[in-house]
Nanobody, 115 residues
Framework: QVQLVESGGGLVQPGGSLRLSCAVAGSTFATYYMGWFRQAPGKQRELVASITRGHSTNYVDSVKGRFTISRDNAKNTVYLQLNSLNPEDTAVYYC?????????WGQGTQVTVSS
């Protein structure tokens, strides 16, 4: 069974930065198209960034130019660098396969942007 463990979240002031990590255990990670998702209170979970096994990336418009997704296939880990954070980025962040079928969700990591 695949396990997803997200980490790196926290409380940050507007304009600040964080680096999130997601360790994937129990799967041939390198073959999968991976994504970072977020779910804000009262909203649906959304895909904000994705990365192919060839390291091509895609972003939702609201995070373009501020977030950077990357992966280290040797470490079975996907990263999300968050820069120029604003309060609208406050959410629980999750990683998973970018498209269906997905693995069971991890616990996520909370990102709170507030002064």
């Amino acid at each position: 069974q695949v396990q997803l463990v997200e980490s790196g979240g926290g409380l940050v002031q507007p304009g600040g930065s964080l680096r999130l990590s997601c360790a994937v255990a129990g799967s041939t990670f390198a073959t999968y198209y991976m994504g970072w998702f977020r779910q804000a209170p009262g909203k649906q979970r959304e895909l904000v960034a994705s990365i192919t096994r060839g390291h091509s990336t895609n972003y939702v418009d609201s995070v373009k130019g501020r977030f950077t997704i990357s992966r280290d296939n040797a470490k079975n880990t996907v990263y999300l660098q968050l820069n120029s954070l604003n309060p609208e980025d406050t959410a629980v962040y999750y990683c998973n396969r970018a498209f269906f079928p997905r693995w069971a969700w991890g616990q996520g990591t909370q990102v709170t942007v507030s002064s």
